[in-house]
């Protein structure tokens, strides 16, 4: 009996079927074939911090087109599929999923956390997973990674500690992005920066020994227990005769020193600025060029620092 044609296309009909068919016969599987040359593509991998987005379908899409061209050009070809732990952002994932239980983060043990970061990577990998395959991507499912799986891990493990002791990676003093609320480095491209109005603070340090004392302008005032040193510039007639002295830090009574620097404008403020290395990058490169000690007056959760108390 004749059957009529839907009028319109229902890839459900369709899709799944044919996609099932691909994996059941093995049609995305490399295999070692001496006599062919090897074309590897290593995908992206997603994070597993919800769903594909437009950007991922237009990527795997070009990597699809790719390798099947290269397959049916005779290649040994594979195309590599997996998912990233993006560790910070899936964190903060977790944790907002948590606060709509009425859990804190702080309230449960790191191997609790844990669990449920494996949980979410069982639910949104899979789900990525899927999308991938609703997508067509003919990846070697066989093969597919997750980058905190136990060889990935030993493997990352394993080269960072050669490149330690070749000493081509060492431990050193920057200025980074810090989330306080994480407590954890991220990079720039997770950072969302804001212009806000400032406003001007005027502070005399005094002069060691003397009855003068330097005013500086500062947007900042409150790393002030930071400072290592004031600058002004070396070619600025009201302050050179002061380089090489002193002055003493308002609020600590510490001795530091006055020094010139052609990042100093003359024209901003006074022409006299505070130097505070661990809490602002330019100050950081000019501690660099005068070897100025870091003082770090804030806590990982963002808040300043006590007072030790002397013995």
């Known amino acids: 009996m004749p059957k009529e044609l839907s009028k319109k296309y229902n890839p459900k009909e369709v899709e799944n ?20 040359t090897p074309y590897t593509i290593v995908m992206p991998p997603p994070n597993i911090t919800g769903q594909l987005h437009m950007g991922h379908a ?3 899409t070009i990597q699809d087109i790719i390798i099947r061209f290269k397959r049916m050009k005779g290649f040994s070809a594979l195309w590599l599929p997996g998912t ?23 309230d449960i043990t790191r191997e ?7 949980n979410w990577k069982k639910e949104y990998g899979s789900r990525i997973t899927e999308q991938l395959k609703k ?37 050193g003093e920057r ?17 969302e920066f804001k212009e806000k109005e400032g406003h001007l603070w005027h502070i005399k340090y005094q002069i060691k020994g003397e009855d003068d004392g330097l005013i500086i302008a ?10 290592t040193a004031i600058a002004v510039h070396p070619e600025d007639e009201r302050y050179k005769k002061y380089i090489g002295k ?14 010139g620097d052609n990042y100093v404008e003359r024209d901003f403020g006074t022409g006299v600025v505070k130097i505070t290395p661990a809490h602002d990058p330019n100050d950081f490169e000019v501690g660099e060029r005068h070897n100025l000690p870091i003082i770090n007056v804030m806590t990982d959760n963002g808040k300043k620092k006590k007072k030790k108390k002397k013995k």
């Open 17 to 36: 079927k044919t996609y099932k068919t691909w994996e059941e016969n093995g049609y995305f599987k490399a295999k070692v074939n001496k006599e062919k």
């Open 58 to 60: 237009l990527d795997d």
């Open 84 to 106: 990233d732990h993006a560790s910070i952002a899936t964190e903060a994932k977790i944790v907002e999923a948590l606060k709509e239980e009425g859990i804190n983060k702080e």
């Open 112 to 118: 609790e956390f844990l669990v449920k970061a494996w």
């Open 135 to 171: 997508l067509g991507s003919s990846c070697d499912w066989s093969r597919e990674r997750f980058t905190l799986d136990e060889g990935c891990n030993e493997a990352v493990t394993e080269v960072f500690v050669n490149l330690y002791n070749k000493g081509l990676i060492y431990k």
């Open 175 to 191: 200025i980074i992005n810090w989330c306080s609320e994480c407590a954890t480095s991220i990079s720039d491209a997770e950072v």
């Open 218 to 227: 500062t947007t900042r005032p409150e790393t002030m227990l930071g400072d």
């Open 246 to 259: 002193k002055v003493i830090l308002p609020l600590v009574n510490k001795e530091i020193p006055i020094i």
